[in-house]
């Protein structure tokens, strides 16, 4: 009687001889990917460190005058009704529909918020803050700053982990209209329009 591994064995190698040719791989294929991940893993590490570097060259540069340049861009046509601004400051909001409540979310996989602005009505009830990303954040609320980071928040969520979400309610709303910006305390570049109407 015949060993079954032996049989096994003698099956594999006779498929294998009736097996297509597997084809090679494209020649760039494998740097491409190589140097992508050196590139992910590179801004993952990269922008905690930068933060601190650019938080710490602000607290320690000398107090100066700076006078903010005048607005470049010369509308093609006349602005939204609403609109008073016209830098393309609201580009991305729709300024036309504002929500009732404040819902925001950090993207899953970049290093951003889910949406570029956020347009609210007046007097909403409070912010609640969903993170579907690997990395912790938060939601802090400034007035409209360059540097947001370089503010004191006038409101922030709790920093929640990967999966978790937070949120805030008030009685009253300590904002009024105007517009703010929405940061993340712990990756301070990342940032987004609040417009409350």
């Given at each position: 009687?015949?060993?079954?591994?032996?049989?096994?064995?003698?099956?594999?190698?006779?498929?294998?001889?009736?097996?297509?040719?597997?084809?090679?791989?494209?020649?760039?294929?494998?740097r491409?990917?190589?140097?992508?991940?050196?590139?992910?893993?590179?801004?993952?590490?990269a922008?905690?460190?930068?933060?601190?570097?650019?938080?710490?060259?602000?607290?320690?540069?000398?107090?100066?005058?700076?006078?903010?340049?005048?607005?470049?861009?010369?509308?093609?046509?006349?602005?939204?009704?609403?609109?008073?601004?016209?830098?393309?400051r609201?580009?991305?909001?729709?300024?036309?529909?504002?929500?009732?409540?404040?819902?925001?979310?950090?993207?899953?996989?970049?290093?951003?918020?889910?949406?570029?602005?956020?347009?609210?009505?007046?007097?909403?009830?409070?912010?609640?803050?969903?993170?579907?990303?690997?990395?912790?954040?938060?939601?802090?609320?400034?007035?409209?700053?360059?540097?947001?980071?370089?503010?004191?928040?006038?409101?922030?969520?709790?920093?929640?982990?990967?999966?978790?979400?937070?949120g805030?309610?008030?009685?009253?709303?300590?904002?009024?209209?105007?517009?703010?910006?929405?940061?993340c305390?712990?990756?301070?570049?990342?940032?987004?329009?609040?417009?409350?109407?």
């Amino acid at each position: 009687m015949t060993d079954p591994t032996d049989d096994l064995a003698a099956l594999l190698r006779e498929r294998a001889g009736d097996a297509p040719a597997v084809p090679p791989m494209p020649g760039g294929l494998p740097r491409r990917i190589r140097r992508r991940r050196a590139a992910r893993t590179t801004a993952l590490f990269a922008a905690p460190v930068l933060a601190t570097a650019s938080v710490v060259a602000l607290v320690a540069a000398p107090e100066r005058t700076v006078t903010p340049a005048a607005p470049s861009i010369t509308p093609a046509s006349t602005p939204p009704a609403g609109v008073t601004d016209l830098t393309g400051r609201y580009e991305f909001c729709d300024l036309e529909y504002p929500a009732d409540e404040l819902h925001v979310a950090a993207h899953a996989t970049e290093m951003k918020f889910d949406q570029g602005c956020y347009v609210v009505r007046a007097g909403f009830p409070g912010i609640e803050f969903a993170n579907p990303s690997k990395l912790p954040h938060n939601v802090a609320v400034v007035p409209d700053a360059k540097q947001p980071w370089t503010q004191k928040p006038i409101v922030a969520t709790d920093i929640v982990d990967s999966g978790e979400s937070t949120g805030l309610t008030w009685k009253e709303s300590p904002l009024t209209p105007g517009d703010y910006v929405l940061f993340c305390q712990v990756h301070p570049l990342m940032y987004a329009q609040l417009v409350v109407r």
